[in-house]
Nanobody, 128 residues
Framework: EVQLQASGGGLVQAGESLRLSCTAN????????IGWFRQAPGKEREAVSC????????YYADAVKGRFTISTDTAKNTVHLHMTSLEPEDTAVYYC?????????????????????WGQGTQVTVSS
């Protein structure tokens, strides 16, 4: 069974940093791209970042480029999202997702798909 566990959310002030983690179990880690969507109240779901665990290809939404960094700890089957210079606009529930098709290896963007596996969301709140 594919299982994803998200953690690391919290309450910070603008300009501070957080690190989100997504730990995967129940599947071959290198066969998936793993990343993050977020959804704020009243706003559409947004793809934030993703990394292919087979070749390291990454995707970043324009809104987070230069501020967020995604990385993989293969020994722990974990993907981290290092978020710096956080802004109130980053406030959202962040959801870890595993993409069995590794879409970002073949596309410049990453979109929602019903084929993804999902973890429980972790709340990120950034105060001004």
């Amino acid at each position: 069974e594919v299982q994803l566990q998200a953690s690391g959310g919290g309450l910070v002030q603008a300009g501070e940093s957080l690190r989100l983690s997504c730990t995967a179990n129940g599947f071959t880690f290198d066969d998936y791209a793993i990343g993050w969507f977020r959804q704020a109240p009243g706003k559409e779901r947004e793809a934030v970042s993703c990394i292919s665990n087979s070749d390291g290809t990454t995707y970043y939404a324009d809104a987070v480029k230069g501020r967020f960094t995604i990385s993989t700890d293969t020994a722990k089957n974990t993907v981290h999202l290092h978020m710096t210079s956080l802004e109130p606009e980053d406030t959202a529930v962040y959801y870890c997702a595993a993409d069995p098709l590794q879409t970002i290896k073949y596309s410049t963007t990453w979109y929602f798909s019903s084929s993804y596996y999902w973890g429980q969301g972790t709340q990120v709140t950034v105060s001004s």
